[in-house]
């Protein structure tokens, strides 16, 4: 084994160590939040109850375990597995403030968060959705890598350097593993911004699915290309703040994601007839979705971060975070909405619950004071 190869694979250990950690602790701090809100547990709301008590086997941290986690037993293992190597990869991200982001690093912070996608894909569908999921992404992308190389369509002219390992037909297997990470993350985002259904709602989540994943790259060119891991022939025109990649590249992009977008929504459409996958983007579960929503968040806020300060891009931090901003943005709002809602809910729930017992006791008190001679 090189000492590359064994750099990885101690890292990746390491990280999904401190990753199931983490895990455990972020389950303890949500059972004891949950404990001390006993009197809104005492009497949930119906969407509250749905929150808490159907998960649809996703195994989120500190969830209960449900009659779907019995039925799914390993959906329930990789919705926690999910956390915990979405965990580890924040760990190695945060390491790239310190050494800017080795090779090894970069390969195990791929392979954890590219897991972390896997994971939670089978969470939803099991392992049949999980496996398709990624044979979709990982073709697909493979495929558009493989023609943009040999023709210069659809991302335009360039060529990888081979400092990112294995490659076939020029592709960099590592790359393909990249999409992953962050394509089934942003179509479930996409789905939680415009909703299920098809007609003009199907349209609009695979535009949506597309541009939140081609945003993405509005960093990661930049990142990539500086790092010598890949080049252009044809830099310009290029997007304001992005100097050196071509605007044909960001076109390339979206047309790419969004047919992977198209496939998976039609995926995710058999996998809920033939396996009993659930729903994507329910406000009503976010806990469910958790972990696709915190990584895009988490990339998007980590790469505005790591362009402002470590990597001193401030042009590509401020193009990237103006282009993904117009899809994290209204994802936080849309959280936060429906957590509030959730929240007055459960709270009026629990006063008219209150309410009637006080009713009871007042019949109940008048009933003791008139004694069974005055009834």
Do not use: K
């Amino acid at each position: 084994m090189s000492s590359g190869t064994t750099q990885v694979v101690s890292v990746v250990a390491g990280t999904v160590a401190l990753g199931y950690l983490a895990y455990r602790g972020l389950s303890r701090l949500s059972r004891r939040r949950r404990d001390r809100e006993g009197v809104l547990a005492a009497a949930p709301s119906p969407v509250e109850a749905d929150a808490v008590d159907d998960t649809s086997g996703d195994g989120s941290a500190g969830s209960n375990p449900t009659g779907s986690d019995r039925r799914y037993p390993l959906r329930a293992l990789a919705g926690r597995a999910a956390w915990v190597t979405f965990a580890g990869a924040v760990g190695v991200q945060m390491t790239f403030a310190l050494n800017g982001g080795t090779i090894p690093l970069t390969v195990a912070s791929v392979v954890l968060m590219a897991a972390t996608a896997a994971l939670h894909a089978t969470s939803v569908g099991g392992w049949r959705f999980g496996v398709g999921m990624v044979g979709i992404v990982a073709v697909l992308t493979w495929v558009a890598e493989a023609v943009g190389i040999a023709t210069g369509f659809p991302f335009g002219e360039y060529a990888y350097t081979g400092s990112l390992g294995p490659e076939l037909a020029g592709v960099s297997l590592l790359v393909l593993l990249a999409w992953l990470t962050l394509a089934y993350p942003a179509f479930v985002v996409a789905t939680r911004l415009v909703g299920e259904g098809g007609g003009l709602r199907r349209v609009g989540r695979i535009a949506l699915a597309a541009l939140a994943l081609t945003a993405w790259d509005v960093f990661l060119d930049p990142q990539m290309v500086d790092a010598g891991n890949w080049g252009w022939a044809n830099p310009e025109p290029s997007l304001p703040g992005t100097p050196g990649i071509p605007l044909t590249n960001y076109a390339g992009w979206f047309l790419t994601s969004a047919v992977i977008a198209a496939l998976l929504d039609l995926w995710h459409g058999r996998a809920r007839r033939l396996w009993d996958a659930r729903d994507l983007g329910d406000p009503s579960r976010q806990r469910a979705d958790a972990v696709p929503y915190a990584v895009y968040l988490w990339t998007f806020a980590s790469c505005i971060l790591g362009n402002l300060t470590f990597w001193a891009r401030p042009s590509v931090a401020v193009a990237g975070g103006l282009v993904m901003g117009t899809v994290a943005v209204p994802l936080v709002a849309a959280l936060a909405t429906a957590r509030r809602r959730r929240t007055r809910e459960a709270l009026s729930g629990t006063r008219e619950v209150v309410s009637g017992d006080r009713e009871v006791l007042s019949v109940d008190h008048g009933a003791d004071l008139a004694g069974p001679g005055r009834s």
